[in-house]
Protein backbone atom coordinates (compact mmCIF):
# COMPACT_ATOMS: atom_id res chain seq x y z
CA UNK A 1 0.00 0.00 0.00
CA UNK A 2 1.76 3.37 -1.23
CA UNK A 3 1.93 5.71 1.58
CA UNK A 4 0.91 9.71 0.39
CA UNK A 5 2.69 12.17 1.16
CA UNK A 6 1.15 15.08 3.21
CA UNK A 7 2.46 17.63 0.80
CA UNK A 8 0.74 15.95 -2.11
CA UNK A 9 -2.53 15.70 -0.37
CA UNK A 10 -2.39 19.53 0.24
CA UNK A 11 -1.82 19.96 -3.28
CA UNK A 12 -4.34 17.90 -4.91
CA UNK A 13 -6.77 19.36 -2.50
CA UNK A 14 -5.80 22.77 -3.72
CA UNK A 15 -7.91 23.12 -7.00
CA UNK A 16 -10.95 22.37 -5.25
CA UNK A 17 -10.33 25.09 -2.58
CA UNK A 18 -9.22 27.57 -5.51
CA UNK A 19 -12.47 26.91 -6.92
CA UNK A 20 -14.82 27.64 -4.20
CA UNK A 21 -12.79 30.86 -3.50
CA UNK A 22 -13.36 31.98 -7.01
CA UNK A 23 -17.45 30.96 -6.85
CA UNK A 24 -16.79 33.46 -3.73
CA UNK A 25 -15.07 36.36 -5.50
CA UNK A 26 -17.16 35.96 -8.24
CA UNK A 27 -20.68 36.12 -6.41
CA UNK A 28 -19.61 39.31 -3.96
CA UNK A 29 -18.11 41.39 -7.24
CA UNK A 30 -21.75 40.36 -9.03
CA UNK A 31 -23.55 41.85 -6.05
CA UNK A 32 -21.49 44.63 -5.70
CA UNK A 33 -22.06 45.42 -9.33
CA UNK A 34 -25.63 44.93 -8.80
CA UNK A 35 -25.38 47.43 -5.87
CA UNK A 36 -23.57 49.57 -7.61
CA UNK A 37 -26.31 49.46 -10.68
CA UNK A 38 -29.47 49.93 -8.22
CA UNK A 39 -27.68 53.06 -6.78
CA UNK A 40 -26.80 54.52 -9.98
CA UNK A 41 -30.72 54.09 -10.95
CA UNK A 42 -31.96 55.97 -7.82
CA UNK A 43 -29.15 58.79 -8.08
CA UNK A 44 -30.68 58.86 -11.68
CA UNK A 45 -34.30 59.21 -10.88
CA UNK A 46 -33.60 61.58 -7.51
CA UNK A 47 -31.22 63.92 -9.66
CA UNK A 48 -33.72 64.26 -12.48
CA UNK A 49 -36.81 64.68 -10.69
CA UNK A 50 -36.45 68.44 -10.53
CA UNK A 51 -33.81 69.14 -13.00
CA UNK A 52 -34.57 71.63 -15.58
CA UNK A 53 -34.42 70.66 -19.57
CA UNK A 54 -36.39 70.46 -23.11
CA UNK A 55 -39.64 68.50 -22.83
CA UNK A 56 -38.79 65.00 -24.64
CA UNK A 57 -41.61 64.27 -26.51
CA UNK A 58 -40.58 61.48 -28.48
CA UNK A 59 -39.08 59.92 -25.16
CA UNK A 60 -42.13 60.50 -23.37
CA UNK A 61 -44.08 58.38 -26.42
CA UNK A 62 -42.33 55.43 -26.60
CA UNK A 63 -42.27 52.27 -24.81
CA UNK A 64 -39.46 52.26 -22.48
CA UNK A 65 -40.05 53.37 -18.61
CA UNK A 66 -38.84 56.62 -18.25
CA UNK A 67 -36.54 56.43 -14.69
CA UNK A 68 -34.80 60.09 -15.52
CA UNK A 69 -38.14 61.82 -16.00
CA UNK A 70 -38.74 65.09 -14.88
CA UNK A 71 -41.50 66.41 -12.42
CA UNK A 72 -43.05 67.76 -15.90
CA UNK A 73 -42.30 64.37 -17.80
CA UNK A 74 -44.18 62.59 -15.21
CA UNK A 75 -47.51 64.62 -15.26
CA UNK A 76 -47.48 65.06 -18.76
CA UNK A 77 -46.57 61.75 -20.09
CA UNK A 78 -49.60 59.75 -18.97
CA UNK A 79 -51.69 62.30 -20.78
CA UNK A 80 -49.24 62.03 -23.99
CA UNK A 81 -49.98 58.23 -23.73
CA UNK A 82 -53.43 58.62 -22.20
CA UNK A 83 -55.21 55.34 -23.03
CA UNK A 84 -51.90 53.16 -24.67
CA UNK A 85 -51.76 50.09 -22.76
CA UNK A 86 -48.95 49.32 -24.28
CA UNK A 87 -45.33 49.85 -22.99
CA UNK A 88 -43.84 49.49 -19.72
CA UNK A 89 -43.73 52.68 -16.71
CA UNK A 90 -41.40 52.70 -13.74
CA UNK A 91 -42.43 53.43 -10.13
CA UNK A 92 -41.29 57.00 -10.59
CA UNK A 93 -44.24 57.01 -13.07
CA UNK A 94 -46.66 56.43 -11.08
CA UNK A 95 -45.97 57.89 -7.73
CA UNK A 96 -45.56 61.58 -9.31
CA UNK A 97 -48.69 61.17 -11.42
CA UNK A 98 -51.09 59.68 -8.23
CA UNK A 99 -49.47 62.09 -5.81
CA UNK A 100 -50.64 64.90 -7.85
CA UNK A 101 -54.26 63.55 -8.89
CA UNK A 102 -54.48 62.77 -5.45
CA UNK A 103 -53.44 66.25 -4.51
CA UNK A 104 -55.93 67.75 -6.65
CA UNK A 105 -58.80 65.97 -6.16
CA UNK A 106 -58.10 67.10 -2.30
CA UNK A 107 -58.17 70.13 -3.22
CA UNK A 108 -61.20 70.31 -5.63
CA UNK A 109 -62.81 69.10 -3.23
CA UNK A 110 -62.54 71.41 -0.25
CA UNK A 111 -63.08 74.27 -3.12
CA UNK A 112 -66.16 73.21 -4.51
CA UNK A 113 -67.83 71.27 -1.32
CA UNK A 114 -71.49 72.71 -1.97
CA UNK A 115 -73.50 74.80 -4.92
CA UNK A 116 -73.87 74.15 -8.41
CA UNK A 117 -70.23 73.32 -9.29
CA UNK A 118 -70.31 70.53 -6.19
CA UNK A 119 -69.82 68.33 -9.64
CA UNK A 120 -66.72 70.01 -10.88
CA UNK A 121 -64.40 66.65 -8.43
CA UNK A 122 -65.86 63.93 -9.67
CA UNK A 123 -65.75 65.02 -13.33
CA UNK A 124 -62.05 65.74 -12.77
CA UNK A 125 -62.11 62.40 -11.16
CA UNK A 126 -63.64 60.76 -14.37
CA UNK A 127 -61.26 62.50 -16.46
CA UNK A 128 -58.21 61.26 -14.53
CA UNK A 129 -59.59 57.77 -14.77
CA UNK A 130 -58.63 56.57 -18.07
CA UNK A 131 -54.59 57.91 -18.10
CA UNK A 132 -54.59 56.23 -14.46
CA UNK A 133 -55.91 53.07 -15.40
CA UNK A 134 -52.99 53.09 -18.41
CA UNK A 135 -50.72 53.77 -16.49
CA UNK A 136 -51.31 50.97 -14.25
CA UNK A 137 -51.38 48.94 -17.05
CA UNK A 138 -48.06 49.87 -18.06
CA UNK A 139 -46.82 49.52 -14.30
CA UNK A 140 -47.81 46.17 -14.54
CA UNK A 141 -46.20 45.22 -17.60
CA UNK A 142 -42.96 46.45 -16.10
CA UNK A 143 -43.61 44.08 -12.94
CA UNK A 144 -43.87 41.28 -15.77
CA UNK A 145 -47.57 40.84 -15.16
CA UNK A 146 -50.53 41.00 -17.24
CA UNK A 147 -52.33 44.11 -17.44
CA UNK A 148 -55.50 42.45 -17.49
CA UNK A 149 -54.72 42.76 -13.44
CA UNK A 150 -55.97 46.38 -13.15
CA UNK A 151 -58.97 45.59 -14.06
CA UNK A 152 -59.50 43.55 -10.78
CA UNK A 153 -58.52 46.46 -8.90
CA UNK A 154 -60.86 48.79 -10.31
CA UNK A 155 -63.32 46.48 -9.70
CA UNK A 156 -62.44 45.81 -6.11
CA UNK A 157 -62.51 49.58 -5.90
CA UNK A 158 -65.77 50.20 -7.58
CA UNK A 159 -67.14 47.50 -5.47
CA UNK A 160 -66.14 48.73 -2.12
CA UNK A 161 -66.94 52.31 -3.01
CA UNK A 162 -70.46 50.76 -4.00
CA UNK A 163 -70.70 49.10 -0.66
CA UNK A 164 -69.71 51.96 1.74
CA UNK A 165 -72.06 54.61 0.22
CA UNK A 166 -74.85 52.57 -0.44
CA UNK A 167 -74.60 51.24 3.32
CA UNK A 168 -74.90 55.04 4.09
CA UNK A 169 -77.63 55.99 1.39
CA UNK A 170 -79.82 52.99 2.73
CA UNK A 171 -78.99 53.90 6.52
CA UNK A 172 -79.76 57.39 5.76
CA UNK A 173 -83.55 56.92 4.19
CA UNK A 174 -84.53 54.26 7.07
CA UNK A 175 -83.36 56.93 9.72
CA UNK A 176 -80.39 55.09 11.15
CA UNK A 177 -77.09 56.67 11.76
CA UNK A 178 -74.82 56.65 8.74
CA UNK A 179 -71.58 56.69 10.35
CA UNK A 180 -71.12 52.89 10.04
CA UNK A 181 -70.18 52.07 6.40
CA UNK A 182 -69.99 48.44 5.64
CA UNK A 183 -67.50 46.44 7.05
CA UNK A 184 -67.66 44.27 4.13
CA UNK A 185 -66.88 47.65 1.76
CA UNK A 186 -63.98 48.40 3.84
CA UNK A 187 -62.30 45.37 3.62
CA UNK A 188 -62.63 45.57 -0.02
CA UNK A 189 -61.29 48.91 -0.33
CA UNK A 190 -58.40 48.33 2.25
CA UNK A 191 -57.68 44.97 -0.34
CA UNK A 192 -57.47 47.64 -3.51
CA UNK A 193 -55.07 50.24 -1.23
CA UNK A 194 -52.91 46.87 -0.36
CA UNK A 195 -52.79 46.06 -3.90
CA UNK A 196 -52.26 49.31 -5.60
CA UNK A 197 -49.21 49.90 -3.00
CA UNK A 198 -47.72 46.49 -4.00
CA UNK A 199 -47.76 47.72 -7.54
CA UNK A 200 -46.58 51.01 -6.71
CA UNK A 201 -43.92 49.79 -4.50
CA UNK A 202 -42.19 46.70 -5.86
CA UNK A 203 -38.85 47.25 -8.32
CA UNK A 204 -38.96 46.12 -12.14
CA UNK A 205 -39.27 42.48 -12.92
CA UNK A 206 -38.16 42.87 -16.48
CA UNK A 207 -35.23 42.09 -17.95
CA UNK A 208 -31.59 44.40 -16.74
CA UNK A 209 -30.88 47.54 -18.39
CA UNK A 210 -27.81 46.79 -21.26
CA UNK A 211 -24.88 47.84 -19.11
CA UNK A 212 -21.57 49.41 -19.83
CA UNK A 213 -18.33 48.48 -17.54
CA UNK A 214 -21.06 47.93 -14.74
CA UNK A 215 -22.67 51.58 -15.10
CA UNK A 216 -26.24 52.21 -16.05
CA UNK A 217 -27.00 52.24 -20.32
CA UNK A 218 -28.40 55.95 -21.28
CA UNK A 219 -29.48 56.69 -24.61
CA UNK A 220 -28.62 60.12 -25.93
CA UNK A 221 -31.83 61.35 -24.00
CA UNK A 222 -30.04 59.80 -20.72
CA UNK A 223 -32.92 56.85 -20.48
CA UNK A 224 -32.55 53.62 -19.96
CA UNK A 225 -31.35 51.34 -22.49
CA UNK A 226 -33.63 47.94 -22.73
CA UNK A 227 -33.88 45.31 -25.35
CA UNK A 228 -36.50 45.85 -27.59
CA UNK A 229 -39.71 44.21 -26.99
CA UNK A 230 -41.68 43.77 -30.12
CA UNK A 231 -44.77 43.26 -28.03
CA UNK A 232 -44.11 46.75 -26.67
CA UNK A 233 -44.73 45.86 -23.41
Given at each position: MTMIPAGDAGRRAAPWVCLRRCRYRMSVTTDRRDGFMKKGKVRIMASAL??????????????????????????????????????????????????????????????FSSGPLVVIPALFSLAMLVPMYALTVRRLHDLALSGWLALVLYVLIVVGFGLVVGSMVSDT????DPSAPSPVGIVILLLAVVIRLVIMCVPSRRRHPVVDNGS??????????????????
Open positions: FSKRPRRVDVMKGYEPMYDATLQECLQRPFYLYARGKGRSCRKEMWVFSLFVSFMDTCLTRVLEGLLGASQTGTAQYPVDPNGR
